[in-house]
């Protein structure tokens, strides 16, 4: 059994980057530029995921005699990743039960609303509204910092000792400096596949999408293209995944926070636009920059120890460094249209661990 989990996960995200693939290609055929290239990077992204986590699910099944060994280290620790398949059928149910409730409107002659058809919001509510995913980021970054370990052992604990079925031990509970990472996963993949599953429906069955409200908040450009809070979540699992928890969290800090409170400040502040053909302000710039460099900053000193005053130094710098990175991706405009919702997490995070890598080993 150990691996057989993370296996099965890794092969359903392969499957859901081909229907983003789908989703590209048919963006590329309208010729949605943005819409087109980053369901493409969000394929690459899932697809990369999907093969290391059915890598490990290999190795784990193959190295059963091992299992005190390789259960701690598993991407998913066991159990969780049955919790995580066990709440597939619950998405695929309710998306069911509602398309059953809309068939039945439409038979009584009830007309549903148009999913496509968006009620005027004003731009400041709309803009919250579209951020308020990115702030929910909060919630994650507290597990990860705070109550993982926490978390970790009073859920192993109690499936040791009250609950059997499992035949858990504390042996097979993540390692206290990963069980932080192990459970922020786990959240981040049960929403994903949430988000996923039911983007998928407004997509290709929109008259059955169960979260009609959503909608309202798509540009246009967006209503025929993965969701931003789809590639939002892709680039922040990349980075809870592959970059070790001080950046992985900077960068998420950075990505969700500074990206919202651009957009809030540039709405509510901004006079001097950037350029003639953006709407981006400076004002929604330096309130981005700051609030990226302060919540990374936090994240990461809370994450190292122990804390002196190299550290600090450090730390300062490399989130200075994503700071900028934050910055370029989101005023500048790429040769290739690319959102920022995905490129953000990934690309701050891959800047600071080169850097890390060459100038602050120390930092880990």
């Given at each position: 059994?150990?691996?057989?989990?993370n296996?099965t996960?890794?092969?359903?995200?392969?499957?859901?980057?081909?229907?983003?693939?789908?989703?590209?290609?048919?963006?590329?055929?309208?010729?949605?530029?943005?819409g087109?290239?980053?369901?493409?990077?969000?394929?690459?992204?899932?697809?990369?995921?999907?093969?290391?986590?059915?890598?490990?699910?290999?190795?784990?099944?193959?190295?059963q005699?091992?299992?005190?060994?390789?259960?701690?280290?598993?991407?998913i620790?066991?159990?969780?990743?049955f919790y995580?398949?066990?709440?597939?059928?619950?998405?695929?149910?309710?998306?069911g039960?509602?398309?059953?409730?809309?068939?039945?409107?439409?038979?009584?002659?009830?007309s549903?609303?148009?999913?496509?058809?968006?009620r005027?919001?004003?731009?400041?509510?709309?803009?919250?509204?579209?951020?308020?995913?990115?702030?929910?980021?909060?919630?994650?970054l507290?597990?990860?910092?705070?109550?993982?370990?926490?978390?970790s052992?009073?859920?192993?604990g109690?499936?040791?000792?009250?609950?059997?079925?499992?035949?858990?031990t504390?042996?097979?509970?993540?390692?206290?400096?990963?069980?932080?990472?192990?459970f922020?996963i786990?959240?981040?993949?049960?929403?994903?596949?949430?988000?996923?599953?039911?983007?998928?429906v407004r997509?290709?069955?929109?008259?059955?999408?169960?979260?009609?409200l959503?909608g309202?908040?798509?540009?246009?450009?967006?209503?025929?293209?993965l969701?931003?809070?789809?590639?939002?979540?892709?680039?922040?699992?990349?980075?809870?995944?592959?970059f070790?928890p001080?950046?992985?969290?900077a960068?998420?800090?950075?990505?969700?926070?500074?990206?919202?409170?651009?957009?809030?400040?540039?709405?509510?502040?901004g006079?001097?636009r950037?350029?003639?053909?953006?709407k981006k302000?400076?004002?929604?710039?330096?309130g981005g920059?700051?609030?990226?460099?302060?919540?990374?900053?936090?994240?990461m000193?809370?994450?190292?120890?122990?804390i002196n005053?190299?550290?600090i130094?450090a730390?300062l710098?490399?989130?200075?460094?994503g700071a900028?990175?934050?910055?370029?991706?989101?005023?500048?405009?790429?040769?290739?249209?690319?959102?920022?919702?995905?490129?953000?997490?990934?690309?701050?995070?891959?800047?600071?661990t080169?850097?890390?890598?060459?100038?602050?080993?120390?930092i880990?």
């Amino acid at each position: 059994m150990l691996g057989l989990f993370n296996f099965t996960l890794g092969i359903i995200f392969i499957l859901i980057a081909f229907v983003f693939l789908k989703v590209a290609r048919l963006n590329f055929r309208r010729k949605e530029a943005e819409g087109a290239w980053s369901g493409l990077l969000a394929t690459l992204v899932s697809l990369i995921i999907g093969i290391y986590l059915a890598s490990w699910g290999i190795y784990g099944l193959a190295n059963q005699d091992k299992l005190t060994e390789i259960a701690p280290k598993l991407p998913i620790p066991y159990p969780l990743g049955f919790y995580i398949l066990a709440f597939i059928p619950i998405i695929i149910v309710y998306i069911g039960l509602y398309a059953i409730r809309e068939q039945r409107r439409a038979k009584g002659g009830i007309s549903s609303e148009d999913p496509n058809k968006s009620r005027k919001i004003h731009s400041l509510d709309l803009e919250v509204s579209r951020k308020a995913f990115h702030i929910t980021i909060i919630g994650i970054l507290v597990c990860y910092l705070f109550v993982g370990e926490l978390v970790s052992n009073a859920f192993f604990g109690y499936l040791a000792s009250n609950w059997d079925i499992w035949q858990i031990t504390q042996n097979l509970a993540p390692q206290p400096e990963l069980a932080g990472k192990a459970f922020c996963i786990f959240m981040i993949i049960v929403i994903f596949l949430l988000l996923a599953l039911t983007d998928i429906v407004r997509l290709f069955a929109p008259k059955y999408y169960p979260v009609k409200l959503i909608g309202d908040i798509y540009r246009e450009k967006e209503k025929g293209a993965l969701g931003p809070h789809i590639y939002l979540a892709v680039g922040v699992l990349f980075a809870v995944i592959f970059f070790a928890p001080p950046i992985a969290m900077a960068a998420i800090a950075m990505a969700a926070l500074g990206d919202a409170a651009a957009t809030i400040v540039g709405i509510n502040l901004g006079k001097h636009r950037i350029n003639s053909k953006s709407k981006k302000t400076w004002e929604g710039c330096i309130g981005g920059f700051v609030v990226s460099l302060g919540s990374g900053f936090l994240c990461m000193i809370v994450l190292i120890k122990p804390i002196n005053l190299l550290i600090i130094s450090a730390s300062l710098v490399l989130c200075g460094i994503g700071a900028f990175i934050f910055f370029l991706i989101d005023y500048l405009t790429p040769p290739v249209p690319l959102t920022d919702n995905i490129l953000n997490p990934i690309c701050i995070g891959l800047v600071m661990t080169l850097f890390t890598f060459f100038f602050s080993p120390y930092i880990s």
